[in-house]
């Protein structure tokens, strides 16, 4: 059973910082291309960013670059989302996803989702 589970959601200020992370098990991340997704209500679910299955390539949403960074921890087998400057508009559940068709921005490509965490960003 493929499980992909969420943690490090919360309550901060408007220029904070939170790092994300996404433990994986009945799948290892090396062999997946990885993404994060976020969905605030009355909106649509959208992508936020992306990793190669070697972790050589990464791509973000223009919303987010520059302020967030995805990373893998092949030993702990483990995804990372880290969100710095928040802002208020970043308020949204986040989900990390794992795909066999590559990274890409539609949500559609990725088979395996978490159960996603919540991110609230107080101005």
């Known amino acids: 059973q493929v499980q992909l589970v969420e943690s490090g959601g919360g309550l901060v200020q408007a220029g904070g910082s939170l790092r994300l992370s996404c433990a994986a098990s009945?799948?290892?991340?090396?062999?997946?291309?990885t993404g994060w997704f976020r969905q605030a209500p009355g909106k649509e679910r959208e992508f936020v960013a992306g990793?190669?299955?070697?972790?050589?390539?990464?791509n973000s949403a223009d919303s987010v670059k520059g302020r967030f960074t995805i990373s893998r921890d092949v030993a702990k087998n483990t995804g990372y989302l880290q969100m710095n400057s928040l802002k208020p508009e970043d308020t949204a559940v986040y989900y990390c996803?794992?795909?066999?068709?590559?990274?890409?921005?539609?949500?559609?490509?990725?088979?395996?989702w978490g159960q996603g965490t919540q991110v609230t960003v107080s101005s």
């Open positions: 996803a794992a795909s066999w068709k590559g990274a890409g921005t539609r949500w559609t490509r990725y088979e395996y």
């Open positions: 009945g799948l290892l991340f090396n062999n997946y291309a």
């Open positions: 990793i190669s299955w070697s972790g050589g390539s990464t």
